[in-house]
């Protein structure tokens, strides 16, 4: 798939967008996928339309909606890298290779943070709820709100937007919206219907 495809599926809206579709490793990310559980759409381009669909539902404001948007892109492009022996190298997960791609562009380390630990909250509800290590569990989640800091609503926005996607289990957002303090809990606005 050419760039100026992918741009015609993705309609970047910013110069720092367009830019990453200029990245030849960042393309072939775009490309990878089939589907699988908790992503039936398959392809990384096809989850980020469906991410950002969600973000447009968001009621924010247009600077929140921007650094949304940045995460969407980035997120989970660089799946295609990712270490996957046993046991697992979190060096090489693929958060950390997007925090890296990300950080040639932004000088923002909030931001940059919230890229890799976008899939923390997840693992964190894991930790209680699948495993049974609740101090485990709450020692991450202070871990995460520290290193996310003033952005923690913005963190939980994007978590909400990333887990309301494909058929992936509800069950780490509603923990989150319920358990979370210092988070504003907001709902999709689609046409007349809230969710």
Not at 54 to 63: C, F, G, M
Not at 124 to 137: M, V
Request: net charge neutral; glycine share 6%; hydrophobic share 35%.
């Amino acid at each position: 798939m050419t760039t100026q495809q992918l741009s015609d599926l993705l309609q970047p809206e910013t110069p720092l967008e367009a830019s990453f579709l200029e990245d030849e490793e960042f393309r072939r990310g775009l490309l990878w996928g089939l589907p699988r559980y908790g992503h039936p759409e398959g392809t990384i381009w096809r989850h980020i339309i469906e991410v950002n669909r969600n973000i447009d539902a968001l009621p924010v404001d247009a600077t929140t909606r921007r650094k949304l948007r940045t995460v969407c892109w980035v997120h989970d492009t660089f799946k295609h890298l990712e270490h996957r022996g046993s046991p697992r190298d979190w060096s090489k997960h693929h958060s950390i290779y997007a925090r890296q791609f990300l950080a040639r562009y932004i000088d923002d380390p909030l931001l940059l943070n919230v890229v890799e630990l976008h899939d923390e909250a997840y693992y964190c509800w894991r930790l209680a709820h699948l495993y049974g290590k609740l101090s485990e569990s709450e020692r991450r989640i202070a871990r995460l709100r520290e290193r996310v800091g003033a952005y923690w609503q913005l963190y939980y926005l994007f978590f909400k937007c990333d887990t309301s996607t494909g058929d992936k289990n509800p069950a780490p957002l509603i923990w989150f919206e319920q358990r979370m303090t210092g988070i504003e809990v907001v709902h999709f606005i689609r046409g007349t219907a809230t969710i």
